[in-house]
């Protein structure tokens, strides 16, 4: 009896075997199931979204590319502008000082301060005062004054109050 069982034994394990290599050999090839073909077509379908996808990207990146270069290029004209509008106001500021130590309009004007020392004279005036003050305050002392209708010259010197009301622009002529 022993002898039947080892043989029964020997038959099922020959026969398992046997049935693995037949199921083996006629087994379908993978890459031939449907599974397989579904999986490889959503492989497929990504790649090519994500190929895409990349596309959308990389055309993005060279728009914000291009947009950084503009945003540089108009940057260094701003700075370039920058500095001549910085050149150009203190070219102005030079004229507007050389203008203004040759001329000054009505007030009371320190000279050698907010007046350049010098002769100044005026074209033409209607009803023009002015004077020569010991000071600036409502209460100094006229040094000397004058009323005139029509061109006038002044000597003006450092340390001089002159004060001057409708009288236009003085212009130093000497």
């Known amino acids: 009896m022993r002898t039947a069982v080892i043989a029964a034994a020997v038959v099922l394990v020959v026969g398992g075997i046997a049935g693995a290599a037949i199921g083996y050999a006629t087994r379908p090839a993978v890459a031939t199931t449907v599974e397989y073909k579904a999986m490889q077509h959503k492989l497929a379908q990504q790649l090519s979204d994500t190929k895409s996808q990349l596309a959308i990207s ?12 503009d945003i540089k290029d108009r940057e260094a004209a701003l700075t370039a502008g920058e500095a001549k509008l910085k050149a150009d106001q203190a070219a102005l500021d030079a004229q507007t000082q050389q203008v203004q130590s ?59 109050i002159f004060e001057t009301s409708s009288c236009g622009t003085w212009t130093k002529i000497g």
């Open 58 to 69: 990389t055309n993005d990146l060279d728009t914000a590319n291009q947009h950084i270069s």
């Open 102 to 160: 040759t001329q000054f309009s009505d007030g009371i004007h320190v000279v050698g301060s907010t007046v350049t020392p010098g002769v100044y004279s005026i074209s033409s005036a209607s009803d023009c005062y002015y004077a020569w003050m010991s000071g600036t305050s409502s209460d100094a002392n006229i040094i000397d004054n004058n009323i005139v209708n029509g061109p006038a010259v002044v000597t003006l010197k450092a340390g001089d």
